[in-house]
């Protein structure tokens, strides 16, 4: 059973930082690429950066520069560091991994961390 937990989030003010982590289990991590998406209310869920099974990443134009994204095979856990936090990074934050069932595409995700960016 493949399962992914957030955590990390939180209030901060704008400019300030935050680092949240999703472990995961159930799958070999180190063959999948690994993602994280946001959703603010009433917003469709977006993606914010990615990395793949060999380190290669990538961002959403609106976080380059500020966010990174990075992964610890030993520990089945991938990261997201956040910096220079502004309110519009205020959303619920998934992991998601990409697989394939059968021929089909699936997700799986997590069950989110809220990040809220407020003085």
């Known amino acids: 059973q493949v399962q992914l937990v957030e955590s990390g989030g939180g209030l901060v003010q704008p400019g300030g930082s935050l680092r949240l982590g999703c472990a995961a289990s159930?799958?070999?991590?180190?063959?999948?690429?690994m993602s994280w998406y946001c959703q603010a209310p009433g917003k469709e869920r977006e993606l914010v950066a990615s990395?793949?099974?060999?380190?290669?990443?990538n961002y959403a134009d609106s976080v380059k520069g500020r966010f990174t994204i990075s992964r610890d095979n030993d520990k089945n856990t991938v990261f997201l560091q956040m910096n220079s936090l502004k309110p519009e990074d205020t959303a619920m934050y998934y992991c998601?991994?990409?697989?394939?069932?059968?021929?089909?595409?699936?997700?799986?995700w997590g069950q989110g961390t809220q990040v809220t960016v407020s003085s």
């Open positions: 990395i793949s099974t060999g380190g290669r990443t």
């Open positions: 159930g799958l070999p991590f180190s063959m999948y690429a």
């Open positions: 998601n991994i990409k697989t394939i069932i059968g021929l089909s595409p699936y997700d799986y």
